[in-house]
């Protein structure tokens, strides 16, 4: 897949954000960075550091997570560069050590990455990414690591569970004009995609990424026109072929039958539907379908939306609402109820030497680590070098090499098959949308006897 946006069309994001030149850019992390980086530059400690990027425990109400943003990564990763107008910062306003910016201006990611394939579904401490390369470079890309997969983990994660709570019924994204930013919504999009919306309404991600667009008419509309029927008569002698009606601006029994009387009249044909967005979506689905079928408009498909999450649709296909599709916007675009995860990027091993952090409820795993996955979705965390148990699955694959990568850009295709042949396989207590049950992660002896070797050796510092 494609970079996020292309160069025309960052400078027409620039307009509206203040970004300037080509996005991604350097300075776009946290100050730390810059001074830790500067300050290794300064000791010459620039050896290979692997970092693993991962999340401490799922939000409350989360049976699994979904891996995202990987894509939007090694983008950044490939055009990793300071410009001068950045350096230029770096020396008169941060004044940090020239030697330090004289470094930056030669650096380009080199670096080796190993990855969980977008769309895998994955649970607590498992790394979605591992980062070797340089010391300053990879302490230099945490922010923009952690920001990428932390947003877009989160909307996958909380798509997949409006997708479970609709049972087969189509959704569609509407929260381009609820998320925080429009790079947000382009993700919101793009993920929702990959997890099994059937279309978008923003327009610019269904260009970008190739989705179906879906979109009909506002209540302004409605109110726009001398009548409701008027406005009805002029937007299906507009879209005759792919007319959906908004029913509900005035009186929506009115307007269902209004919607009747003018597919009759002008004969209409094609993809036809009425659109309920407020009041007990239940009760008026019901009504409305019994109207449409006295009309024998058998095919007319009713679509719902107004503020809905996967709690709001799973009772409403409990009760048996005729509802043939969603529109989901604010609480999926913005994963209302766990609108970040505990994501971290810790440091596992520097210049050849195991390390970890033992900080109370923060202690970390050192070394280059593994996935393995059972069937079951049975998995334990192990060293990158050791070999797979009997039967099991190793999740991270190498994506990059010396800061390249060693394939094409992964498909939104491949991405929604992987999540498709999770999803399957899935056991029903994570998949539980109350008080679900993630599974748990274990640990192989190799990584349970390098972690008591490290902790003995990081106590040592400690006491020293």
Known sequence: MSQL?????????????????????????????LKMAASYLRRGMVQPATFSLFVRQLPPGRGFLVAAGLEDCLSFLETFRFEQHELDYLREVLRLDPAAIDAFRELRFKGDVWAIPEGRIIFANEPLLEL???????????????????????LASKAARVRLAARGTDLVDFSFRRTQGIEAAMMAARVSAMVGFRATSNVEAARTFGLTVSGIMAHSYVQAFPTEIEAFRAFAHDYPDETTFLVD?????????????????????????????????????????????????????????????????????????????????TKMGVSADAPSLDTVYELG?????????????????????????????????????????????????????????????ASLEAA?????????????????????????????????????????????????
């Not at 027409?12 to 300075?27: H, I, Q, S, Y």
């Not at 042949?421 to 207590?429: C, F, N, Q, S």
């Not at 002896?445 to 902790?455: F, H, K, P, W």
């Open 5 to 33: 946006l292309t160069r025309p069309e960052t400078e027409a994001v620039a307009t509206l954000t203040g970004f300037d030149g080509v996005m991604p850019r350097a300075l776009l992390t946290d100050l730390y960075e």
């Open 249 to 329: 601006t005035y009186d929506t029994p009115t307007g269902v039958d209004r919607a009747i009387e003018v597919i009759k009249a002008l004969h209409l044909h094609g993809r036809l539907g009425i659109r309920l967005d407020s009041g007990d979506l239940n009760v008026l689905a019901k009504r409305a379908r019994h109207r449409l079928d006295e009309a024998r408009l058998y095919d007319v498909r009713i679509i719902a939306s107004g503020g809905l999450d996967e709690f709001e649709i799973a009772a409403l296909v409990d009760a048996g609402a005729p509802i043939d599709a969603y529109g989901v916007g």
């Open 416 to 464: 929604q098959q992987r999540f498709e042949a999770d999803l399957d396989r899935l056991p029903e207590r994570c998949r539980r949308l109350v008080v679900p049950q993630p599974m748990p992660v274990g640990l192989t002896e190799r990584l349970l006897n390098l972690r008591e070797q490290t902790r003995a050796a990081a106590s040592g510092k400690r006491v020293a």
């Open 349 to 409: 091993a520097y210049a050849g030497r195991p390390v970890m952090k033992l900080s109370t409820g923060k202690e970390t795993l050192p070394g280059a680590k593994q996935v393995f996955r059972r069937s079951g979705f049975r998995d334990v965390i192990g060293l990158r070098d050791e070999p797979s148990p009997a039967g099991a699955e190793p999740l991270l694959q190498p994506v990059m090499r010396a800061g390249r990568r060693v394939g094409p850009p």
């Open 132 to 154: 070797t390369a340089p010391l300053p470079q990879a302490q230099l890309l945490e922010t923009f690591l952690l920001n990428q997969v932390t947003v877009e983990t989160a």
